[in-house]
């Protein structure tokens, strides 16, 4: 079966997140729908505050108290959004997972590595102390954890922040889990270690067969694993398609230009890079019509006006959807195009 | 060669921990015996990975932080034995950009205070009037406009308060201005400006930069030569085009195959290509070369004797015996 009939696993429909603050209310998430199949990952990039976070703490009804959400999130049948915390804990760390950026303050202090991967064992698949122990040194194993016996009777300070983040990753997959959400799972870390689990995570995803958002904002990250990815500017999707279409030819001009002003370890260029101009918009403040228009070399009065919308797959080609007036014709690659 | 603008020879920096009634001293060797020439206007990086004494270098030569052993020369004067009171004059020609943009600046000053702040240290004969002039053309020189001189620190974004931060290091026209880490903080679009900003500045006022950083596409843009550290030795010292076309030593291979690229027809073979293991304590570094560990070409000899740097080819060092073996792209042993 291949991955574009795979049944999907997470659906999110048209969510919005909004905070309200004592300054009025600010916008973080506008009409995301991203439908995520068994056995994919889909890349979800922007630069902070473009909202990639806030959509998946979302979906697992992490939020902040003075968020409201709207919209829709299934996990197979059952439905996320607006449930309670009781309902929610029947799939949370079962059979929907996070990790996070910084595998530190997500773990317990005072707690053993051991116990903190048993304690989801025992809380939702009712094992005996011994089986959910057994199970952890075997997750412990399989997250390539070096001298896993040893470590299960360790406090988080003893190990190394590459192997914290195992160790999460281990806890994420205790229940086996249909989707997992990674949100920058590797940016706290050194390249070398970066690479490491972004290794294991990829081995997982195909050995598992797990559905997988990984959140980031390094367009290199996505490169090595993700299936599909999606770009986020000030809080909406700007541009989807397969990591090829994206990455390969991009369309809309914010991911050719983030794409053109990296830095890249294979360009033995000197020269000055081709920055983006201006700061990514204050959600308060959005500009009218297109939140990219500001800074975009290809604005004019259309996108000004009018904040063009994700056109889906249908009106395009294949696989990709873009919000903009003026797509890039995608045929040539972001480099070249600036 | 024109006269360095800074020499170090094996230059050291020992931190003693673990000093408790029962336990001996030990010393964390956060650099150890560093031999290096930075030619005035060259930008140097320094690389690495955390822990491998890359920033605390930098802060050896600022005299930020004391030396325990070696030499730091300051266009040929020997300066690590100085008191704090006679290196000061010499900080108004090295000035520092710090990591955080926003936590290096003192929220209770004004921009153009913090900006006018080295000035009123080091230039006390200008006129009020003068210290102005001097911020404000700095200021718009990195891209500020003159009007935030009366704004707080907060009200800007990280990207902008980077701006401050080297305008504020810049403002004194320093022959060296050392940059730890400076886009690390910053998002991707706004890194750009700043790594652009950076080459301007060297090139129109033809400073030393020395440039700590763990991003090596970044270091490739915008650094002439690059020092590999790893466990607070030199692992290789080469110029850009030699350390990233033809790495010699193994942890520069891996460290440089880590590094993402955004191309999906090449970047998931580069995964299968990481480096394994961690950095080892470096209170109990390896024997021999302390990259033994890690390192696929290791060879009972290396455990012996700890590789000093020698010679490649112009100006290429590599800390390895076993470079001539193993090629300049890691091909297997």
Same mark, same amino acid.
């Given at each position: 079966?291949?991955?574009?009939?795979?049944?999907?696993?997470?659906?999110?429909?048209?969510?919005?997140?909004v905070?309200?603050?004592?300054?009025g209310?600010?916008a973080?998430?506008?009409?995301?729908?991203?439908?995520?199949?068994?056995?994919?990952?889909?890349?979800?990039?922007?630069?902070?505050?473009?909202?990639?976070s806030?959509?998946f703490l979302?979906?697992?009804g992490?939020?902040?108290?003075?968020?409201?959400?709207?919209?829709?999130?299934?996990?197979?049948?059952?439905?996320?959004?607006?449930?309670?915390?009781?309902?929610?804990?029947?799939?949370?760390?079962?059979?929907?997972?996070m990790?996070?950026?910084?595998?530190?303050?997500?773990?317990?202090?005072?707690m053993?590595?051991?116990?903190?991967?048993?304690?989801?064992i025992?809380?939702?698949?009712?094992s005996s102390?011994?089986?959910?122990?057994?199970?952890?040194?075997?997750?412990?194993?399989?997250?390539?954890?070096?001298?896993?016996?040893?470590?299960?009777?360790?406090?988080?300070?003893?190990?190394?922040?590459?192997m914290?983040?195992?160790v999460?990753?281990?806890?994420?997959?205790?229940?086996?889990?249909?989707?997992?959400?990674?949100?920058?799972?590797?940016?706290?870390?050194?390249?070398?270690?970066?690479?490491?689990?972004?290794?294991?995570?990829?081995?997982?995803k195909?050995?598992?067969?797990?559905?997988?958002?990984?959140?980031?904002?390094?367009?290199?990250?996505?490169?090595?694993?993700?299936?599909?990815?999606?770009?986020?500017?000030?809080?909406?999707v700007?541009?989807?398609?397969?990591?090829?279409?994206?990455?390969?030819?991009?369309?809309?001009?914010?991911?050719?230009?983030?794409?053109?002003?990296?830095?890249?370890?294979?360009?033995?260029?000197?020269?000055?890079?081709?920055?983006?101009?201006?700061?990514?918009?204050?959600?308060r403040?959005?500009?009218?019509g297109?939140?990219?228009?500001?800074?975009?070399?290809?604005?004019?009065?259309?996108?000004?006006?009018?904040?063009?919308s994700?056109?889906?797959?249908?009106?395009i080609?294949?696989?990709?959807?873009?919000?903009?007036?003026?797509?890039?014709?995608?045929?040539?690659?972001?480099?070249e195009?600036? | 060669?024109?006269?360095?603008?800074?020499?170090?020879?094996?230059?050291?920096?020992?931190?003693?921990v673990?000093?408790?009634?029962?336990?001996?001293?030990?010393?964390l060797?956060?650099?150890?015996?560093?031999?290096?020439?930075?030619?005035? =206007?060259?930008?140097?990086?320094?690389? @690495?990975?955390?822990?491998? *004494?890359? /920033? #605390?270098?930098?802060?050896?030569? &600022? !005299?930020?932080?004391?030396?325990? =052993?070696?030499?730091?020369?300051?266009? @040929?004067?020997?300066?690590? *034995?100085? /008191? #704090?009171?006679?290196?000061?004059? &010499? !900080?108004?020609?090295?000035?520092?950009?710090?990591?955080?943009?926003?936590a290096?600046?003192?929220?209770?000053m004004t921009?153009?205070?913090?900006?006018?702040?080295?000035?009123?240290?080091?230039?006390?004969?200008?006129?009020?009037?003068?210290r102005?002039?001097?911020?404000?053309?700095?200021?718009?020189?990195?891209?500020?406009?003159?009007?935030?001189?009366?704004?707080?620190?907060?009200?800007?974004?990280?990207?902008?308060?980077?701006r401050?931060?080297?305008?504020?290091?810049?403002?004194?026209r320093?022959?060296?201005?050392?940059?730890?880490?400076?886009?690390s903080?910053?998002?991707v679009?706004?890194?750009?400006?700043i790594?652009?900003l950076?080459?301007?500045?060297?090139?129109?006022?033809?400073?030393?930069?020395?440039?700590?950083?763990?991003?090596l596409?970044?270091?490739?843009?915008?650094?002439?030569?690059?020092?590999?550290?790893?466990?607070g030795?030199?692992?290789e010292?080469?110029?850009?085009?030699?350390?990233?076309?033809?790495?010699?030593?193994?942890y520069t291979?891996?460290?440089?195959?880590?590094?993402?690229?955004?191309?999906?027809?090449?970047q998931?073979?580069?995964?299968?290509?990481?480096?394994?293991?961690?950095?080892?304590?470096?209170?109990?570094?390896?024997?021999?070369?302390?990259?033994?560990?890690?390192?696929?070409?290791?060879?009972?000899?290396?455990?012996?004797?700890?590789p000093?740097?020698?010679p490649?080819?112009?100006?290429h060092?590599?800390?390895?015996?076993r470079?001539?073996?193993i090629?300049?792209?890691?091909?297997?042993p």
């Amino acid at each position: 079966m291949s991955q574009a009939d795979a049944p999907v696993a997470l659906d999110i429909d048209q969510l919005s997140v909004v905070f309200d603050t004592p300054d009025g209310s600010l916008a973080a998430v506008n009409d995301f729908s991203l439908a995520i199949r068994r056995g994919e990952c889909v890349g979800v990039v922007g630069e902070s505050g473009a909202g990639k976070s806030q959509s998946f703490l979302a979906v697992m009804g992490l939020l902040a108290a003075n968020a409201r959400v709207s919209g829709q999130a299934r996990l197979g049948t059952e439905s996320l959004i607006g449930r309670d915390v009781a309902e929610l804990n029947r799939f949370r760390g079962v059979k929907l997972s996070m990790i996070f950026q910084d595998p530190m303050t997500s773990l317990t202090p005072h707690m053993t590595v051991g116990e903190q991967i048993a304690e989801s064992i025992i809380h939702h698949l009712g094992s005996s102390a011994e089986a959910a122990r057994a199970r952890a040194l075997a997750l412990l194993e399989q997250v390539q954890v070096t001298d896993a016996p040893r470590r299960l009777d360790q406090y988080p300070h003893e190990l190394s922040g590459g192997m914290r983040q195992r160790v999460m990753i281990a806890i994420a997959l205790a229940c086996d889990p249909e989707v997992l959400i990674a949100d920058e799972p590797t940016t706290a870390l050194d390249v070398t270690i970066q690479a490491q689990i972004l290794a294991l995570l990829a081995t997982l995803k195909r050995e598992r067969g797990m559905a997988m958002a990984l959140i980031t904002h390094d367009l290199g990250v996505v490169a090595g694993i993700a299936d599909r990815v999606a770009v986020m500017y000030a809080g909406r999707v700007v541009e989807l398609g397969t990591v090829h279409e994206v990455l390969k030819a991009p369309k809309h001009p914010y991911t050719a230009a983030l794409l053109a002003s990296m830095p890249r370890i294979d360009d033995a260029g000197t020269g000055p890079l081709p920055a983006i101009g201006g700061q990514p918009p204050n959600p308060r403040r959005l500009p009218s019509g297109c939140a990219f228009g500001p800074r975009c070399a290809y604005a004019d009065d259309a996108c000004r006006a009018e904040r063009p919308s994700l056109i889906g797959p249908s009106s395009i080609e294949g696989t990709r959807s873009v919000a903009c007036h003026h797509p890039l014709d995608g045929t040539r690659h972001a480099r070249e195009s600036t | 060669m024109t006269e360095p603008l800074l020499q170090l020879r094996d230059l050291r920096v020992w931190f003693p921990v673990g000093e408790g009634l029962f336990r001996a001293k030990r010393n964390l060797r956060a650099v150890d015996g560093i031999d290096l020439q930075v030619a005035p =206007g060259e930008a140097l990086g320094i690389v @690495g990975e955390s822990g491998c *004494g890359k /920033s #605390t270098l930098a802060r050896a030569i &600022l !005299r930020l932080v004391r030396s325990s =052993g070696g030499q730091i020369l300051w266009l @040929g004067r020997p300066i690590e *034995g100085w /008191s #704090t009171a006679r290196v000061r004059p &010499l !900080r108004r020609d090295m000035q520092i950009v710090f990591q955080d943009p926003l936590a290096s600046l003192d929220p209770r000053m004004t921009v153009g205070e913090i900006v006018a702040e080295p000035l009123r240290v080091h230039a006390r004969d200008l006129s009020r009037a003068e210290r102005r002039e001097r911020v404000v053309d700095m200021l718009a020189r990195v891209g500020l406009p003159a009007d935030v001189v009366n704004r707080y620190p907060h009200e800007f974004s990280g990207g902008q308060c980077q701006r401050i931060g080297i305008a504020r290091a810049m403002v004194l026209r320093p022959k060296l201005l050392v940059c730890d880490e400076p886009v690390s903080a910053l998002d991707v679009s706004i890194q750009a400006q700043i790594v652009n900003l950076l080459q301007d500045l060297k090139r129109d006022f033809g400073m030393t930069i020395l440039f700590v950083s763990h991003n090596l596409a970044v270091v490739r843009r915008l650094c002439d030569r690059v020092l590999v550290l790893y466990l607070g030795k030199p692992m290789e010292l080469a110029s850009t085009d030699l350390l990233y076309s033809q790495p010699r030593h193994p942890y520069t291979q891996g460290l440089l195959a880590a590094v993402p690229v955004p191309d999906p027809d090449l970047q998931p073979q580069r995964l299968g290509g990481a480096l394994g293991g961690e950095l080892p304590s470096p209170l109990a570094p390896p024997s021999g070369c302390v990259f033994r560990t890690r390192c696929a070409h290791a060879v009972a000899a290396c455990a012996a004797a700890a590789p000093q740097l020698q010679p490649v080819e112009g100006g290429h060092e590599v800390a390895c015996d076993r470079w001539r073996d193993i090629g300049p792209y890691g091909a297997t042993p």
